[in-house]
């Protein structure tokens, strides 16, 4: 028996570990997470699965996030210093040059309000405007709105960083 | 002539516009260099964007079988199942051990009547349910004259040498209209260390809210009686207490209830209730409330049987059961327990805002 769901598996998995890896930072992480999706898309057979995935993922990356937060300040609170973020161990060095874009990515998109990086996220996962409005609870109109927002500022500030990089390569 | 807005031609792009809104925007753009020139730069800012993002992926994303997820998913199902299973089971065994203790608690009094003969001759007329102790509606009540009610320390102690002084409290105290009575006063705590003194009269205003019964009916002399309920002690399950009593049934949450106990009085107004609570130390702390005059008699019946006789001792005074009350109106709240006065205080607190939200 061929199932939707399992059709909708094949071709967004992908995509939600890739959503959810964008909110964890932890590839391992995502893919448990995306797999948390699936199997509740298979007790709860969704209307609307796909951006009901796309929602629950949203949701467990945010009760993820708040885990983490509260795990920090814990340690923190242990330790009397603030932790170190975790770093990316370099490895041969095409690793870290990619490694380096990724994080100058990275560091981009967290320039953007929460809500813009979401809906930016979500557009870039494959959601049409009225999936992400909603999801978001933003009017349909506002989608594109705010998509072009997210996207100049996105786009602005790696530029910037780039712009930084490069004039202190120059002055070393 | 109308320039397209950047974020439609965004929506324009990613193919979110209906057809006529497309064939709208693509006539004007063939009339309009400018918003070529800026459809142009928004493709390219929306490349860019999607090759900037391209570069957050994880490092490698294998396909677990989509079977693994299915057994999964029949695996929390059967979890859910077996969860709501122990859940149910649980429900029937709190209640099965609720009826057990309800039943228990009714045996109890039944063998308190028959360990008390005399008693049981002289409460003929009463339910069968009662248990009790009519001393309240013949206690002096020496605060009558003070404004404010005071409420008394007290040790919680018992012993057989209580029955005199139940007695002699009652030949004292004829004042049966004290009752009717009432200080309406703001509200306010007072905490009177207690006199450990007159150890047999204080004894017989504990007896009042001793956990046990049986200690008061067999002392008790039995031309006390009382004709009918009003007045009359009664030991009851916390259900039918609750019936009694209505909302206004004060207790600690989360404390497991030793025993409830009810003074009825002529109207319903008039009940006094006496909730019993163990502390996980074994210490048992009692919750009283009802008329500000019979909680204030029952309190602070106790210091003045205390002022009675000798002055306590130092070492008896560490010990103590202590009592703190709150007056509102012409209700009194009040707790007795072996716990520092701060610890009442804080209780007695809570409680007075729960009873106020009730």
């Known amino acids: ?172 | 002539m109308r320039h397209i807005p950047e974020d439609e031609l965004h929506a324009y792009l990613d193919q979110a516009l209906s057809r006529t809104q497309c064939v709208e925007i693509e006539s004007h753009l063939a009339d309009c260099p400018s918003c070529r020139a800026t459809r142009d730069g928004i493709a390219a800012l929306r490349d860019r964007t999607t090759a900037l993002l391209a570069r957050l992926a994880p490092p490698t994303s294998s396909l677990p079988p989509f079977d693994s997820l299915r057994g999964r998913a029949a695996e929390v199902r059967s979890q859910r199942r077996r969860r709501l299973q122990i859940a149910a089971w649980a429900a029937s065994l709190v209640a099965a051990l609720g009826l057990g203790w309800s039943g228990s608690s009714l045996v109890r009094s039944h063998a308190d009547r028959v360990g008390a003969p005399a008693l049981a001759r002289s409460l003929d007329t009463a339910p069968p349910v009662a248990a009790s102790v009519p001393v309240a509606n013949h206690a002096p009540a020496p605060s009558r004259e003070q404004p404010v009610p005071v409420a008394a320390a007290e040790p919680v102690r018992r012993s057989a040498e209580a029955r005199p002084a139940v007695r002699s409290a009652e030949q004292r105290s004829p004042a049966k209209q004290a009752h009717d009575e009432r200080h309406p006063a703001p509200s306010r705590e007072v905490v009177v260390p207690s006199q450990d003194s007159a150890r047999a009269a204080r004894e017989a205003t504990l007896s009042v809210l001793s956990p046990t019964p049986t200690l008061e009916l067999t002392g008790l002399d039995p031309s006390a009686r009382q004709d009918d309920l009003a007045g009359m002690w009664r030991t009851m399950s916390w259900d039918g207490a609750k019936a009694e009593a209505g909302e206004r049934l004060p207790h600690i949450d989360g404390l497991p209830v030793v025993q409830v106990q009810v003074q009825s009085g002529e109207q319903s107004s008039r009940t006094v209730t006496v909730v019993a609570q163990q502390l996980a130390s074994g210490q048992v702390i009692r919750t009283i409330e009802g008329p500000a005059t019979d909680v204030t008699q029952l309190l602070s019946r106790r210091s003045l049987a205390a002022a009675d006789s000798a002055p306590p001792s130092d070492s008896a005074r560490v010990d103590d059961g202590h009592a703190m009350a709150m007056q509102v109106g012409d209700r009194m709240l009040a707790i007795t327990g072996d716990l520092p006065s701060d610890s009442l205080r804080a209780m007695i607190r809570r409680l007075n805002a729960e009873l106020r939200t009730k």
């Open chain 1, 1 to 172: 028996m061929t199932d939707d769901l399992e059709q909708l598996y094949q071709s967004t998995y992908t995509a939600v570990v890739r959503f959810l890896y964008r909110k964890v930072w932890d590839a391992e992480r995502a893919e448990d997470l995306a797999q948390e999706v699936f199997v509740r898309a298979l007790s709860h057979r969704p209307e609307k699965p796909r951006a009901w995935v796309f929602a629950v993922a949203a949701n467990l990356a945010r009760d993820e996030a708040r885990a983490a937060m509260r795990r920090k300040r814990h340690l923190t609170l242990l330790k009397g210093d603030p932790i170190a973020q975790p770093r990316i161990t370099p490895a041969a060095d095409d690793t870290v040059e990619h490694d380096e874009q990724m994080a100058s990515v990275q560091e981009a998109l967290s320039t953007l309000t929460p809500r813009d990086r979401e809906i930016l996220l979500l557009w870039d996962a494959g959601l049409s405007y009225p999936e992400i409005a909603a999801q978001t609870g933003l009017a349909v109109g506002a989608v594109g709105t705010t998509l072009a927002r997210a996207r100049r500022r996105l786009v602005d500030a790696h530029d910037r960083q780039q712009r930084h990089l490069e004039s202190d390569a120059a002055h070393s």
